[in-house]
C-alpha cells in the first residue's frame, strides 16, 4: 500500500501506520510529547530532503546545535528522502532519556548527531514589546498553526494592545513556520482582513475554484501590521501571508516563501491508520499560484533562517523600521 502512494509522486498523499497518525495528531493537538523538539518539512525545491525549519527554543536538538535550513538525511539509519514526513516523526519520538542518532547534511558537509530525547513542551504563540527611540511595537511570533494557536494569538494581542504599551504597531512573525492546520491559519487572517473579503481560494481535481471568505464574529486587529515571512514560511503560514498581502492588510517583509501550496485531507481507517491525500491546490484570494512559487513580500530582505530572533536579525529590524517610521 505504501508503495501504491508512492506511485502518486506526491509526498503529501501516503498511508499512515497508526503509531504514525497517533504521532501526527499528538504534534497537532498536544502540548507535552517525548522527542527532540524540531519542526520539519519535505523540501520540494531540494527533492523532497527533510528540512529542519526550526529547532525548539531549549529543547535536546537546540541544545545540540541543530539550525534551520538543515537537512536531515537519516535518523537512526533509516534514509529520510523517499519516506513520508510522518513517518519520519515518529522515528525521531521516543520516551524520555533514549537516544536518536541523526545524519546531518549542512553546507555541503555529513556529520553525525546523537541527541537524547526529552518531554517537548510546545506553546505555538510568544509575544513582547519592542522599545526603541521612535516608539514602542507589538511583536507576536506564531511557531506553528495548531488547533489552539488563535485562542493564544488573541490573549498575546491582548497583551501587546493594553494601552501602557503605546505600540504604533504590530510585527507578527511566521518565519520558520511550517504550517499546520488550514482553518487556523483563515481563522488568523481573519483576525486581520474585514469582513467579508476572500482571503482563500483552492482548486479541486476538477479544476473547479472554491473561495473563502474571512470567517464571522472573529475579533479584528485593526492596527498598521506587519507580517514577517521567509524561505521556510510553508503551508498555513503562506495562506496567511497570502490574505494579509492580497487584502492589503499588512506588509509583508522578508523572502518568498516555501512554495507548498497544497491541501491535504486525512481518512481515518477503522483499524487506527489513516489516509492523507492531496485534494486541491490553494491559491491566494487573487489568484496567485502559490504551490513551488510561493508568496512574494512587499520589502525583500535576504537573511539565512538560522538568524531569526538573533543579534543580527536584519529582518526584524527592517519590520520595526517599516512600523515606527510612519
Not at 109 to 117: C, E, N, P
Not at 131 to 153: L, P
Not at 166 to 184: C, E, Q, S, T, W
Not at 199 to 205: E, N, S, T
Request: aromatic share 6%.
Amino acid at each position: 500500500m505504501t508503495g501504491l502512494y508512492l506511485g502518486l509522486n506526491d509526498p503529501y498523499s501516503t498511508l499512515m501506520t497508526s503509531s504514525e497518525y497517533s504521532d501526527m495528531m499528538l504534534s497537532l493537538n498536544e502540548k507535552t510529547f517525548g522527542g527532540i523538539g524540531v519542526y520539519i518539512e519535505k523540501n520540494q525545491s531540494s527533492d523532497g530532503q527533510l528540512t529542519v525549519v526550526e529547532p525548539v527554543e531549549g529543547t535536546p536538538a537546540f541544545k545540540a546545535g541543530i539550525l534551520p535550513g538543515d537537512v536531515i538525511a537519516e535518523i537512526d539509519g533509516m534514509k529520510t528522502k523517499s519516506v513520508d514526513i510522518m513517518m519520519c516523526v515518529s522515528k525521531m519520538r521516543g520516551p524520555k532519556g533514549s537516544d536518536v542518532k541523526l545524519k546531518i547534511l549542512r553546507d555541503h558537509k555529513y556529520f553525525d548527531v546523537k541527541i537524547r530525547r526529552d518531554d517537548i513542551k510546545i506553546t505555538s504563540v510568544s509575544h513582547k514589546v519592542i522599545k526603541s527611540d521612535k516608539g514602542n511595537v507589538g511583536y507576536i511570533r506564531i511557531r506553528s498553526f495548531a488547533s489552539e494557536t488563535a485562542e493564544e494569538f488573541d490573549i498575546a494581542v491582548a497583551e501587546v494592545k493594553k494601552p501602557s504599551n503605546d505600540i504604533k504597531g504590530l510585527i507578527v512573525d511566521v518565519r520558520n513556520n511550517g504550517g499546520g492546520y488550514l482553518n487556523a491559519g483563515l481563522e488568523l487572517a481573519s483576525r486581520f482582513v474585514e469582513k467579508g473579503k476572500v482571503i482563500h481560494k483552492q482548486v479541486d481535481h476538477n479544476d473547479i475554484i472554491l473561495s473563502c471568505n474571512t470567517l464571522s464574529n472573529k475579533p479584528f486587529v485593526g492596527i498598521p501590521t506587519v507580517l514577517l515571512v521567509n524561505r521556510l514560511s510553508a503551508s498555513s503560514s503562506e495562506i496567511f501571508a497570502g490574505a494579509l498581502k492580497d487584502n492589503d492588510s499588512a506588509i509583508l517583509v522578508g523572502e518568498r516563501t516555501f512554495g507548498k501550496g497544497s491541501v491535504q485531507q486525512v481518512f481515518e481507517q477503522d483499524n487506527g491508520c489513516a489516509v492523507k491525500l492531496t485534494i486541491a491546490h490553494f491559491l491566494s484570494p487573487n489568484g496567485s499560484i502559490i504551490h513551488k512559487k510561493g508568496i512574494q513580500p512587499n520589502v525583500k530582505i535576504e537573511m539565512k533562517p538560522r538568524l531569526v530572533g538573533k543579534k543580527d536579525d536584519i529582518q526584524l529590524k527592517k519590520a520595526i523600521d517599516e512600523l515606527v517610521s510612519k
